[in-house]
């Protein structure tokens, strides 16, 4: 552990004396540079009566920034204690407080990185694949700072912004612990996790979610100069509303990736491993579904009428995912169960993740069902088919899910089929034109990109951290659970 704490601290530390250098040789850009125009200097006097008057700066409005605020806080719910219980209960009893732990642990390391270093590199104008060290430790931003919305004239505060976008962060590396519980070291889970975080999150939400804004678009020429500045996968097009490819299928080949390279728990498939705790894996999932609404209709960054569509998105697709998964559970083997019910609800919410503010509720319902039901079978016949111990299904939920849902947001995101279509910011009203089969081709780059650029990234990482500290606990400290031989404690004492 002492190896992995100087490792670290010399990783990072080299990191950011880098970013320090950089955000120092470089002048600072203003926080609001994307949302409102730049300030200019005070005219001359004997001009002042001739010159036009500065535009006057933009302000958040109190309520778009007490709904993002509350956002915030339900995505943190999500995670702690949303996802730490759900994951929590499906795994034995033995292992409960190190999966805890884990979620706890890489939840708060994350949001510390984030501050460092995170933000700066996700959200900055850069190069197609990575923003710059301008904003490194957050600096440059203050109380006064504002961020684009997706309104024209609507902005809400930075540090808002970038609270909330901290909450996304955390979640992604949380869900990947569920691919490899119950037999990797901690040191294991926090290394890959910071190295995996820094080459693979930030670049790929750079490259689907960075743009200049909205008010930086007023003609065909500065649409141009903003396409040619976002995101690569912005700049072509794609659509994903809070995080289908940068959340879901993103951590999900991260933790297929960790399920083959540490290998299959002690008797696995030999062994009786079900879960300990059905009741708190419920609980967990309601927390989930709870905290999914500040993810999902958050991620319109305003309060408005896309904010309540990607609401009531949020809630039928998982009613809809939640009964296909039981009904597909009931023909296939008589029964439905607790754990269908649990598993479908979060194979919905992850499904409708890209597509929440894009789609209308039938096209909602739609994805629901057919992510219940892929997802069921994502979790018995592909699990058996790719023949990994992915310990809680982190594939094939998020993976199966997250590619659902970004492909079938470009088949209901069309007009015809009660989508809102693409909002065309020259002409300022919705694009005349949406071609359900070009959209769906460019959702597709989107979603080969993310798995490919996650797996390389995945995989290196995992051997420099098998490396340095070593991936796997010794078959005794599994056996003996990792509660008692990684922290010393018990959930439960009898």
């Known amino acids: 552990m002492k190896k992995f704490i100087a490792t670290l601290a010399l990783g990072l530390g080299l990191v950011f004396a880098h970013g320090v250098s ?53 995505v943190i719910l999500m995670t702690i204690p949303g996802l730490a219980l759900f994951y929590g209960g499906l795994v034995r009893s033995k292992n409960m407080l190190s999966v805890l732990m884990q979620v706890f642990v890489v939840t708060s390391l994350i949001y510390v990185l984030w501050v460092l270093y995170g933000y700066t590199l996700a959200f900055t104008a850069g190069n197609p694949f990575f923003g710059s060290f301008d904003k490194v430790f957050f600096k440059g931003i203050t109380p006064d700072s504002v961020a684009a919305t997706f309104s024209k004239g609507v902005v809400i505060p930075e540090f808002t912004f970038a609270a909330f976008q901290a909450t996304f962060a955390a979640i992604t590396c949380a869900l990947i612990v569920g691919a490899f519980a119950e037999r990797i070291k901690f040191s294991a889970v926090l290394l890959f996790c910071a190295l995996w975080f820094t080459f693979s999150y930030l670049p790929v939400a750079h490259m689907v979610w960075y743009w200049d804004g909205p008010d930086a678009i007023t003609d065909e020429k500065t649409l141009e100069t903003v396409t040619a500045a976002a995101g690569w996968l912005w700049a072509k097009g794609a659509l994903d509303f809070a995080g289908g490819t940068v959340v879901h299928i993103n951590a999900a080949v991260a933790g297929l990736v960790g399920a083959f390279m540490v290998g299959k728990r002690l008797g696995y498939g030999k062994e009786s491993m079900a879960p300990h705790s059905l009741t708190l894996t419920m609980v967990g999932a309601a927390l989930l579904w709870v905290g999914w609404f500040g993810f999902n209709a958050g991620s319109n960054l305003e309060a408005n009428g896309l904010t309540a569509l990607a609401f009531v998105n949020t809630l039928v697709a998982t009613a809809m995912a939640t009964l296909a998964w039981i009904a597909g559970e009931a023909l296939a083997k008589g029964k439905a169960s607790m754990l269908g019910a649990a598993s479908g609800a979060v194979a919905g919410l992850v499904a409708i993740t890209p597509a929440c503010g894009f789609v209308g509720p039938m096209g909602a319902i739609v994805i629901g069902l057919v992510a219940g039901l892929l997802c069921l079978w994502g979790v018995n016949g592909l699990k058996r088919l790719l023949g990994a111990d992915d310990t809680l299904d982190v594939f094939g939920v998020h993976g199966v899910g997250g590619i659902v849902g970004a492909l079938l947001t470009g088949v209901f995101a069309a007009p015809s089929l009660g989508g809102t279509g693409i909002y065309d910011y020259v002409a300022n009203a919705v694009a005349a034109d949406y071609s359900i089969k070009g ?56």
Not at 462 to 470: C, N
Request: aromatic content about 4%; proline content about 7%.
């Open 22 to 74: 950089l955000a120092e040789d470089a002048p600072a850009k203003p926080a609001a540079e994307a949302t409102a125009p730049a300030a200019t200097p005070a005219p001359a006097a004997a001009a002042e009566a001739e010159a036009p008057a500065a535009a006057p700066a933009l302000v958040p409005n109190k309520g778009d920034t007490a709904w993002m605020t509350v956002a915030t806080v339900l």
């Open 439 to 494: 959209q769906v081709w460019i959702q597709l780059q989107a979603v080969i990109t993310t798995i490919i650029w996650s797996g390389v990234v995945s995989v290196i990482a995992y051997k420099l951290v098998d490396i340095v500290v070593g991936l796997r606990v010794t078959e005794e400290e599994e056996r003996e659970g990792l509660d008692i031989s990684s922290h010393g404690e018990t959930a439960y004492h009898r």
